[in-house]
């Protein structure tokens, strides 16, 4: 596809439930990132692969949160027993380079509301 | 936790009026990144600045970069309606992984 492409675009869970955030990057984009972004807020950085390698994962605020990327393209973020203060933004990027100087090219970003 | 801090937090403007936007980072950075957010979407590039630049252009946009007072503008002039979204600027860590640390943005609004 032409942009990165992230699914559901939305998605209510109930609290205690298990959540499965996918993420399409551009085709041959080396770099993937996942970014929390809270109401009012900037994104806040969770994790980064390149290839199929997570060689950052920092941000991850729990061990409930969980990400993949097996084949080196499609990336899987999970987040078990939800709660609450998850409810959030994740916004999903690829980089075609792994330096600091390659931008962003962001999807459109999953809102999940936990209730 | 963020990296960048921009100011003001919020702005409103009328349509044809200039709109500067600031920010402030903590450590030493090789380049600086815009973003621009429009409401329900993804972030979208808009400029990169590296540190051995002072100022560049593209297009209505004048980005500046003081690394002595580690901190970078955001001018949009001649604004349109259009423009009116959340504007973030980003910056790597030290590692270079092409990971960005973002600001917590500047929400712009034009009015028509």
């Known amino acids: 596809g032409a942009g990165v492409s992230q699914s559901p675009r939305y998605k209510v869970a109930k609290r205690g439930q298990d959540v499965a955030l996918r993420c399409d990057p551009i085709?041959?984009?080396?770099?993937l990132f996942w970014y929390q972004q809270a109401l009012g807020q900037g994104p806040e950085f969770l994790t980064y692969?390149?290839?199929?390698?997570?060689?950052?994962k920092s941000g991850l605020p729990s061990d409930r949160f969980f990400a993949e990327r097996p084949e080196g393209s499609v990336s899987t973020l999970k987040i078990q027993r939800t709660q609450q203060e998850d409810s959030a933004v994740y916004l999903c990027?690829?980089?075609?380079?792994?330096?600091?100087?390659?931008?962003?090219?962001f999807g459109n970003g999953t809102r999940l509301t936990v209730t | 936790s963020q990296q960048g801090e921009e100011d003001p937090q919020a702005l409103s403007i009328q349509e044809g009026e200039n709109a500067t936007m600031n920010c402030s980072y903590k450590?030493?950075?090789?380049?600086l990144q815009w973003y621009r957010q429009n409401s329900g979407r993804g972030l979208v590039h808009l400029i990169l600045?590296?540190?051995?630049?002072r100022e560049k252009h593209s297009g209505r946009l004048r980005v500046t970069l003081d690394t002595s007072k580690k901190s970078s503008s955001l001018l949009i002039t001649a604004s349109r309606a259009a423009d009116t979204a959340s504007y973030f600027c980003?910056?790597?860590?030290?590692?270079?992984?092409?990971?960005?640390?973002f600001g917590q943005g500047t929400t712009l609004q034009v009015k028509p």
């Open positions: 990027a690829s980089s075609h380079r792994r330096v600091s100087n390659s931008p962003l090219h």
């Open positions: 085709s041959g984009h080396v770099s």
């Open positions: 692969f390149q290839n199929e390698a997570q060689l950052d």
């Open positions: 450590t030493s950075i090789n380049n």
């Open positions: 600045i590296r540190s051995n630049e």
């Open positions: 980003a910056t790597p860590p030290s590692s270079n992984t092409g990971k960005l640390i």
